[in-house]
């Protein structure tokens, strides 16, 4: 059985470097077929800034997990219906946006977990995580879950990096990836990501991660910005974006082909 095989955990345990590519637009499974053969580490479908509903969402997981490619959900909120439900259709793990204090993350990390860690629901056989789909029992479900699924946070509020050390703390975040357009704006300085102000702030979230045994990440995808960062110790890059690629793809080609016709 290879659903909540670990093989992500694993590899954030390792702190290998991990590209990720988002889906953020896309209805197609196209675009997880493309992350994978292009050879990105894992996928992010993004549930916090798109419209794409939760059957759509459901069926980019299912496919990733039959190419077993490593899919992540941002969700839109930490309410129990939102996490549970997500988690129920067996990605690889979560991202909660927008945390700002030790409270919420411990009520995350109390919502994610199945008993007695937590206080997750078993979804019985209603769900892909159910107990009668290729698990032998519900211990072995519940148990494998709690110890392979991966938990993720964004440090992008003005309060979370107040909070930085409490935040990362506490037992169970695997990853902690920095939102640079919603925390530079938080500190009043929006867009800023070469200043000094933010770029120090940057560095404080990665040695606090250090500190804490949290992975830590960044939303970058231009080469020169993750060397830098990667320089400096972040391991996990969102890199690109599915609506993003199309554009700039588009933009370059019809560029490219016109200045071809111009030079006739």
Known sequence: MQWGNG???????????????????????????????AGFDCVIIDREHTALNSETILEHVRLART??????????????A???????????????????????????IETVKYPPV????????TCPAGKYMGWDSVLEMT????????????????????????????????VAV??????????????????????????????????????PGIAAGDPEVVKYWAGHGMKMFWAAGDITLLWSGAVKCNAAVRQVLVEL
Do not use: W
């Not at 937590?118 to 056989?125: E, F, P, Q």
């Open 67 to 80: 190419l077993g490619f490593p899919c992540l959900v941002r969700v839109a909120d930490d309410t129990y």
């Open 118 to 125: 937590g206080k997750r629901g078993v979804g019985a056989s």
């Open 143 to 174: 148990e494998t879950l709690n110890r392979t699924s991966v938990v993720g946070i964004q440090i992008e509020t003005k309060e979370a990096l107040e909070n930085l050390d409490a935040i990362l703390s506490v037992p169970g975040i695997d």
């Open 178 to 215: 920095v939102g640079n357009d919603d925390l530079s704006t938080g500190m009043g300085i929006p867009g800023q990501f070469t200043s000094d102000t933010y770029r120090d702030a940057v560095k404080e979230i990665i040695r606090c991660c250090n500190q804490h045994g949290v992975m």
């Open 82 to 108: 939102e996490l549970n439900r997500t988690l129920d259709q067996m990605p690889d793990g979560i991202f909660v946006p927008r945390v700002r204090t030790r409270a919420q993350v411990e009520r995350i």
């Open 7 to 37: 093989k992500l955990k694993q590899r954030i345990a390792a702190r290998e470097f991990l590209i990720a590519g988002a889906v953020t637009d896309s209805r197609s499974g196209a675009v997880i077929e493309a992350y994978h053969a």
